[in-house]
């Protein structure tokens, strides 16, 4: 064989296996810290839990305030929820009761 002739297929070899090398390396990095990388998962994952736990808080919430609403709507009335919601906003309360207040 001609000597420039291996010269040349090995000098092929050599950047095939160089760029295939330096691709790897690429993909590996973005598999590991891309956009869209097991970094960016895992601290997508740890936000995801916290706006699913501020969802359920949320979600408590308004279902508290419904049922206020419903108490106090008028077809529904609570007469013992309305009375304390009266005595709580106005600060009274009858002559013989005995209010305690506990601090918090």
Known sequence: MNKSLVFRNKFYKFIFLFL???TFIYLINV????????????SNLSVNYQL???LNNKIDKNR???DKI??????????????EKLR???????ENELVVIIKK
Do not use: A
């Open 64 to 66: 508290s305030i419904e």
């Open 52 to 54: 699913i736990s501020e």
């Open 20 to 22: 295939s090398f330096f």
């Open 31 to 42: 598999l590991i810290s891309g956009e869209k990388g097991l970094f960016s998962y895992y």
């Open 70 to 83: 419903k108490r106090l709507s008028p077809n529904t009335l609570d007469l013992d929820f309305l009375d």
């Open 88 to 94: 709580h906003i106005t600060g009274r309360s009858l």
